[in-house]
């Protein structure tokens, strides 16, 4: 079985494409500025707008693993076509996020969903929480601000995440891309505790022996913070309603999934402190 991975150079999809390298599963890395070939790696050119990469792409992959758009509102639409330009694939598993199943039918990451749960293909769909890597990598989410100013610029209030690690999110999908039992079925895959932004501060200046604090900006102040990355609105209104989803504690369940799909303890926050942040 070949799987097709997109957004094989992002935060969880490099890691995805890792996990299922070290399984031994030959791998389709598909990104927009693929990189050279290696092992059982192939990197294909992907571009969510322009059709004419995709059928080159997706190639003769048996099993997709799709991200999707977060801030479009044809990406339900858009992920409907790209299935059905993979003829040979057979399974489909989304990366969505916490909460997305009990959304209106119509939100964007909703209707993602149904459009693969709709699709005709064996689908299964992993719904991980914030990812711990966000704070590392993601420069315009937190990584500036906190390299530059030592601020955890985070409108949340006091309300918990199930912060999930990408490694995590990455075992998980190998699972269920290469096990049987999980066709038709979403798993919530969380860390295994529920902190607040304040709390993942004072973790990362006690790694990083640096101070930090958590800004619980005020909406205009974050709409001001995410706009210096000039990045299209859709994705400043997107943040924003992910940090209101927060806010209303969407993002505080912790669950057992990754631990029944795994076999394994999901990372803690800690560790990756720890590991990422040490001086």
């Not at 479009?72 to 409907?80: I, L, Q, W």
């Not at 985070?154 to 999930?164: I, R, Y």
């Not at 990045?231 to 209101?244: C, I």
């Amino acid at each position: 079985m070949t799987v097709w991975v997109e957004g094989a150079t992002g935060k969880a999809g490099r890691r995805v494409v890792d996990a299922l390298t070290a399984a031994g599963v030959p791998v389709r890395a598909a990104s927009r500025h693929p990189g050279e070939a290696h092992g059982s790696v192939t990197p294909v050119r992907f571009d969510w707008a322009d059709e004419r990469t995709w059928a080159p792409a997706l190639g003769d992959a048996e099993a997709l693993f799709v991200k999707g758009l977060d801030s479009d509102d044809d990406a339900a639409k858009t992920v409907a076509r790209l299935i059905g330009s993979a003829p040979a694939a057979r399974r489909v598993v989304l990366m969505s996020a916490v909460g997305v199943d009990r959304a209106p039918d119509d939100a964007p990451r909703r209707a993602v969903e149904r459009a693969v749960q709709e699709s005709g293909k064996r689908w299964t769909v992993l719904r991980p929480s914030w990812f711990l890597q966000n704070f590392d990598e993601d420069e315009w989410v937190f990584a500036r601000a906190l390299r530059e100013t030592g601020e955890l610029y985070a409108g949340s209030g006091d309300s918990p995440v199930g912060f999930t690690d990408t490694r995590d999110l990455a075992d998980a999908a190998v699972t269920v891309l290469t096990e049987d039992g999980h066709d038709g079925r979403g798993y919530t895959v969380t860390g295994p505790e529920a902190l607040t932004f304040g709390e993942m501060a004072a973790l990362l200046a006690e790694a990083s022996g640096r101070p930090i604090r958590h800004r619980d900006a005020t909406i205009d102040e974050h709409r001001a913070h995410f706009a210096r990355s000039g990045r299209p609105e859709a994705w400043v209104d997107h943040m924003l309603h992910l940090f209101a989803l927060v806010r209303a504690g969407v993002f505080a369940p912790v669950t057992e999934d990754f631990r029944r799909l795994t076999g394994k303890a999901p990372r803690t926050p800690a560790a990756y402190a720890r590991e990422v942040w040490r001086p």
